[in-house]
Structure formats: C-alpha cells, structure tokens
C-alpha cells in the first residue's frame, strides 16, 4: 500500500471522530420528553401506540384525502366527530403546540415544516409577540 | 484520467482559483436568496421568470449545439473534426450541468424537486425536460469519457458506445424542441406561441454552440499546443454562418407575421423588444431591453459578415472576434429578449419591466463560472490526453 | 441451436411481452381519453360550449361549478367589489405586501380593457363599460392550461371542476404562471408571515385557514372547503341579495345559474384560447 504512513492514522482519526457521539453519550441516563396530554379528551382518532409512531403517515393520508380527493368526511373519537384537518382536528384537543408536537420533534431532532403554514392555536398571538 | 486537471501552470491555477472565486461569490448569493425568498430576484408577479430560466433556455442551445461537432465525425466519418468531437461532448456536459444549476437556482421550493419524479406527470413539458436533459447529460457522460479513456490507454473506443453515440445526435436536437415546447405550448403568450419556435432555437443552438467552441478552441492554440486545424476551423465556419443565417431568417419570418398581419397580440412583444411599448392608459412608452436587443441584430449580422471574411483572410483574431459577436448576439436574443418579452405585456395587458438584482446576477455569474470550471477541467484531461498520445504515436 | 431459431425465439418473445403489454396500455389510455371527454370535452370541444343549457362542452358528468359576476350591479353598488375582496382575502390570510413586485392577490378589480383585452373594438367606447371596473379571478377553466403545465400535479382539476392549489407539493417553478392566460395567480416570493417596519404583511391571521409559505403559488380556489360544505363562496356571500355575483352548478340545468346563464347575454375572459373559462360576465 501507498502511503501507509498517513492513511492508516488518518482511517483511525476519522473512526475515532465518527464515534465520539456514541462514547460521549455512553452510560448517561437520558430521559424521555414528557408530552402533554389533552386535558377532558379520553380518545384519540386512532390507538396511541399507532399514533406515537405513525401520526405524520396519518396526517400525510389525510392531507391528500382532503385537498386532493375531496374526502372531507369528519373522523369519529369517542363518540365526537372531528375534523381531518391538522389545525382544525388535532389542535382541537391538542392546544398546546409547544408542549405536546414540539417537545418530541426537537428531542427527536426533526423538524417537519408544517408550521410554517398551518396555524397552532394561540400561535397567531405568539407570532404577533415574536414581531 | 482525473489526475491530468491536477497538473498545470500557473496560468491554469491562477484562472481555477479566479473561477472558484466566482463560484464563492454565487453560492454566498444563494445563501441569501434561500434565507429570503424568490423575492431576492428582480422577478415580480408579472414577470415570473427571470435572468436564470433565460440562462436555462440558452445553455440548453449550447448543449444541443455540440451536436455540429459530434454529427460530421460519427454520422459522415468527417476525420478532420477527430480532435474536437471530444471537446463538443465535454462541453454540452458542462452546459447541461449549469442548466440543471439554473433550474435548481429558480425554484421556489428547491428541497421538493424531486417531486417531479415522486409525481411524474407526462402532460407536463418540465417533465419531459427532465427527461431529456438528464438523459443528454448522461450520454455526454459516458460518451465522452469513455472515448477518452480509450485513447489515453491507447485502444480503440468498445463497441458499446456506439448506439449511445448514435443516440445522442438525436437527443440533441430533442432537448431544445423540449425546451422550446415549455414555451409554445401556452395559450396567451402570443410571442411564444409559434410553431417556428424550435427551428429557431435549434438554429441558433447550432450557431452558439459551435462559436463558444470556437473560441475555446482559439485561446488553447495561443496558450497550449493543441490546435483544432485549419480544416476543422474552416468547416465550423461554415457551420456557424450558415446556422447564425437561418436563424435570422427564422426571426425575420416572425416580424413579417406579426407586422403583415397587424395582429395586435403578436405585435406586442416585439415592438417591447425593438422598438418599445406605449401604454395607452399613462402613455409611458417601456423600453428597457430595445438596446440590447438592436445590438444583438447588429452584432449577428456583423459576425456573420466578419466570419466569412475571416476565413477568407485566414484570420484567427477576427475569426474570435466574429464568433464572440454571434455568441453575444444570440446571448441577448435568447437569454434576455425570448423569456423576459413573453412576459411583456401580461395577461392582462399591463406592462411590468423587470431588472435583475445583485444578488440574482451574483447567482448567475456563479453557475456560468461553475460551468466554465467544468470546462477547464474536462478540456484540460481531454487535450493533455490528446497531447501524450501524439507524442508517443 | 441455429441463428435462425434463435432469432425466432426472440421474436417471439418480444412480441409476447408487447402482445401482454400494448392491451393494458392501450386500455390506459382509452381511459384516458374517456375521462378527458368527461371532464368537458378536452382539445377537441368547441369554446363556444357556454351557450348550450348544460353549461359546458359534450355529455356532462357530475358537477361543474361556475360563477357569473354581474358587472353593472357591482357598478351600481360602489363599494361592493371590495367588500368581496377583503371577504376572500382576510379569511384565507392573503398578505399585503404594500407593493407590486411581491404582490399575492386572489380576487381583485380591472378595466374592462384589462380583463377583456382582445374584446376591445377601437370606436365603441361607451362610457358605462369603460367606467366599470371588472372583479377578476382564477377562471377555473375546463381546459386549464397551468393543470397541463404542472409539472408534480400541484395544481389539477377536483371532482366538481375547481382547479385546486396542493400548496404542500408545489415546487414553485411558476410554470403554471407562465401558463396561465389571466394572470390569476401570484406567488409567494418571500415569506407571508413576516412583516415591515412593525407592520404584519396579514393583518390578522385567521386560525381557521393555513397561511403559505415562500416559494409557493396560490390563487382563488372557489372556496371549495366551503362549497363542499353546501355553502357559497365567501365573496359571492359578501354580496348579499344584491345578486351581483351568482354561483353555482353549470351541469344542473335548474341551478339558478344555468338558469341566469339562459336568460341572459354573458361573456367570457378570451375564450377563443380554448380554455373554457366558468366565470361568466353581465356586462
């Protein structure tokens, strides 16, 4: 091998750098975000298990149900009808934005753009403070 | 192969380090234009596509326009053109490649491109322009290259290429009939809206593409020993001219239909463009493109004069000469004139005239010079391998 | 094994793949077609559609809304026109940019010159239609020609033939802009949220409707949330018993439309393009 004299050390200086998150976070008790749950609502649209894990395929579904097949058909929960719609719908119940979507997304790292259109309740004011 | 563009003299680096600069400056210009919006760019309601998508449909041109130097080699065993078949394909890559920049730079939401494949959409002229241009880029690609990295092993290219060679000469032409349905196809858009609009385009492809190649090929003879020859330069000559011809004549046939007919829709944009355009409600006359677009007319019949005259006088300084007039003149006839005009009047005819901004010119002049830089690198392997092997031969 | 045979045995094959292919291909597009001719005749229906009862083109299926905007009413009502306007811009969060360049408008006024461009004979000038202004919108056309443009179906035609806006797909390459005959869309060329010198480009953001946000294109979308609700537009809902602006089924021969658009001469924003266009104009 050609200049084994650099590329040896630098391999294992790369390796070293791409594992440091995982040493450095090694044996450290990290906690899970508490979300904050609708108060007054006992049931969700579908199981909380299914919407822990699969709530943006849902939100996706419905996205293109509504704009693009024009099934606007409400969606039952414990005896209430709601509206498929994320501003509407969900944060019917789920008034706190900040609380309950964002305290998982940041500890999660992801950032979905959907606030960049859709409008959280309360969050009119907010933005209005933020001005 | 690769390691042929890391060798080179100090002309050579101070002109990579010279374009990187530019390319700095354009992706700085980017950053603004992400953070901030479309609204960075001159472009406004009315005039919804600006200085990037004209740059678009010209360099498509470019690319098309290394056909006339792949076409006479392989289709009709042209040897004289041996030495810059090569250089056509280098440079349509180049070209594709700052058209795909171009399209990226304009998009309002650029992180959802891909959605044109997620959602293909057949009705659509874009999609088919996807189609093509990547699929033009690719054959260029392994055309080029593999041709090369024959003779820099010193065989004969395989076989294979060969229907990807033949296949290319056509996708040539399709990529700017494709492009010029993007803007015939629209009903409302009067200037668009002629069936000529293709043989246009590719009429002036052939002539563009050809005088960049040209004078590429003019300042390598000054600064390096690589010389395309005077029977090759001559028969471009006469590519070049009588392309550049036709398509005057095509622009000609245009302004006889819009002022024979009287049409006030198919007068519009060309009196915005050579003449100006009075709006009958405030009487304010709008003629901010009417310079360059009479320079262009003056520039393509001084060059197509020049070119001839230089062949005849064997004159390579006004031979470059003639070929930067063409160049520039259908510059400004498709990368200004065409995209901006149709927009002139609006559907409502109202008139809206729209200049770039710094920051849209800034993006512009990095993407020409990413496409330059390709160049330099590709021609660089090209004629060093081109050099070596008649050399060793 | 002979060249000949294997020659064959290619043949064959080839032809068995294109004899299972081509039926299903052609099936395709038959249907295609079908639906095309459904939607209200495609290429080949003639723009003067709008003068038979059932409102648009061959064999109507399903609904088709329109709306007729009764210009010399609005005329006689100042002060309507923007009553419509501000009605449609204040509920779907259309910003005020306070200048031309950014400008995003989905209802608003023009000169008859403007809307009716190619309509315009150079001796008939009449005071009264040269005096009116014209309210202008997406004319959601049966033959949509930004619907063909889009290049990731963005923009396309729903059921009840409201052109429709996917503001979360949209690439924002502004070539249904360019497609767009009437100049009846805007994009949003930088952020509707933020604001100038303390001043918010939406005033007053309305919870009920998302905002857009940069780099999208958006235009009039016959409140279809609404519609499909059995209510009318809002800007039709502005006017009140005025009965300036009518809305409703082209395809039902007993909608007050159809029954408007039978009584009376209405015009169209240049239908010789072929696009068909639902809104209709008492001049």
Known sequence: MYNKGTIIPGLIIFVVL???????????????PKVEKPVGYKECVKPVQYMKESHMELLNVWRDEVIREGKREQVEAGGVLYEKSLQNGCMHCHTNKTKFCDVCHTFASVYPYCWDCHVAPQEDLALKEAR | ???????????????????????????????????????????????????????????????????????????????????????????????????MLFIMADLGQPMRALNVIFHPTPNSMLFYDMIVLSGYLFLNVVCGWVVLHSEYQGIKYPKWVKPFI??????????????????????GRHFWLTAILAPRFLASAFAAGPCLLMVIALIMKRTTKFDIGRVAQDKLVTIIGYAALLNFFFLGCEIFVAYYSTIPGHMHTLDYLYFGLTDHATGQVYNNLVPFMLASVVMGFAGIGLIFVSRALKSDQLLALSCILIFVSFWIDKGLGLVLGGFVPNGLEQITEYYPTFVEL??????????????TVLYKIAISVKLENEKTA | ????????????????????????????????????????????????????PAGHGAAPTGKRYGMVI????FHDNPGLA??????????????????????IKWLWQVPFTNAFPTDESHYKKDDRTHGMQFLVTCNHCDNPPCVRACPTKATFKNADGIIMMDFHRCIGCRFCMAACPYGSRSFNW??????????????????????????????????????????????????GDTKAMVFGDLNDPNSEISQVLKARFTIQRKPSLGTMPSVFYII
């Not at chain 2, 030495?83 to 056509?88: F, M, Q």
């Not at chain 2, 512009?364 to 330059?372: D, K, L, M, R, Y």
């Not at chain 3, 949220?193 to 009039?220: A, H, L, Q, W, Y």
Request: net charge positive; hydrophobic share 45%.
């Open chain 1, 18 to 32: 791409m594992l440091f998150a995982i040493f450095n976070n090694a044996g450290k008790k990290i906690e899970a």
């Open chain 2, 1 to 99: 192969m690769l390691e042929k563009s890391l060798k080179g003299n100090l002309g050579y680096w101070a002109w990579v380090l010279f374009l990187l600069g530019i390319i700095g400056v354009g992706v700085i210009c980017y950053i603004v234009q992400y953070n901030y919006g479309l609204g960075a760019t001159g472009m406004s309601r009315d005039v919804t596509w600006g200085i990037y998508i004209s740059q678009f449909t010209f360099l498509v041109g470019v690319a098309a326009g290394g056909l006339m130097l792949v076409l006479p080699y392989y289709l009709h065993h042209y040897k004289d053109f041996g030495r810059i078949t090569i250089l056509g394909e280098f440079m349509a890559i180049a070209a594709v490649a700052m058209c």
């Open chain 2, 166 to 187: 033949y296949i290319s000469i056509p996708w040539a032409v399709s990529i700017h009939t494709v492009t010029a349905f993007l803007y015939c196809g629209l009903p």
């Open chain 2, 362 to 375: 800034g993006i512009t002049a990095g993407i020409w010079a990413t496409g330059f830089f390709i160049i």
């Open chain 3, 1 to 52: 094994m002979d060249s000949s045979r294997r020659k064959f045995l290619k043949i064959a094959g080839i032809s068995a793949v294109a004899g299972i292919g081509a039926p299903s291909a052609l099936n395709m597009l038959m249907k295609k077609e079908v639906q095309a001719s459904s939607d209200g005749g495609g290429h080949g229906a003639q723009p003067d559609a709008h003068g038979a």
């Open chain 3, 70 to 73: 009764d210009a010399v009413k």
């Open chain 3, 82 to 103: 923007e009553k419509c306007i501000e009605a449609c811009h204040t509920y779907f969060n259309v910003p005020d940019f306070g200048n031309k360049k950014d400008e």
């Open chain 3, 190 to 239: 930088r952020d509707p949220r933020g604001s100038k010198d303390g001043v918010p480009f939406i005033k007053k953001i309305n919870p009920e409707f998302p905002t857009r946000m940069r780099g999208v294109v958006e235009k009039c979308s016959f409140c279809d949330l609404r519609v499909k609700k059995g209510l009318q537009p809002l800007c039709v809902e502005a006017t």
